[in-house]
C-alpha cells in the first residue's frame, strides 16, 4: 500500500506563488506515472500536471507557463510550484500515482485558495 500525503496549500494573493509537496511512502518514481489533479466546488476533478516515470511532463492549458511539475527521487517527493496564481485556481489539489494495471492511489487533498 502507497501513502500520499500533500501538504503546501494555502491562501494566497493573485499573482503569488505556492509549492504544493506530496511525499510518497515508498519510491515509486521509476513505475509510476505521477500527477497533480484538482477539484473546485462544483465541477469534476481535473488533471493539472502529470510527470511520467520516464520524465516527460504534461500540463493543462490552463496552467502551462505558470506550474512546474518536479520530483526529487532522493526524498520520495513529488512537487508542484505554481506561480502567477488566479482565482481560477481555487480548489482542492491531489496527488495521484497510476501505473495500470497495479494499483491506482490518492492522497487526501490540500485546499489551495487564491483570493485578495
Known amino acids: 500500500q502507497v501513502q500520499l500525503v500533500e501538504s503546501g496549500g494555502g491562501l494566497v494573493q493573485p499573482g503569488g506563488s505556492l509549492r504544493l509537496s506530496c511525499a510518497t511512502s515508498?519510491?515509486?518514481?521509476?513505475?509510476?506515472?505521477m500527477g497533480w489533479y484538482r477539484q473546485a466546488p462544483g465541477n469534476q476533478r481535473e488533471m493539472v500536471a502529470l510527470?511520467?516515470?520516464?520524465?516527460?511532463?504534461i500540463y493543462a492549458g490552463s496552467v502551462k507557463g505558470r506550474f512546474t511539475i518536479s520530483r526529487d527521487n532522493a526524498e520520495n517527493t513529488l512537487y508542484l510550484q505554481m506561480n502567477s496564481l488566479k482565482p481560477e485556481d481555487t480548489a482542492v489539489y491531489y496527488c495521484?500515482?497510476?501505473?495500470?494495471?497495479?494499483?491506482?492511489?490518492w492522497g487526501q487533498g490540500t485546499q489551495v485558495t487564491v483570493s485578495s
Open positions: 495521484n500515482a497510476h501505473s495500470p494495471p497495479r494499483p491506482e492511489f
Open positions: 515508498t519510491n515509486i518514481f521509476r513505475i509510476y506515472d
Open positions: 510527470i511520467r516515470s520516464g520524465g516527460i511532463t
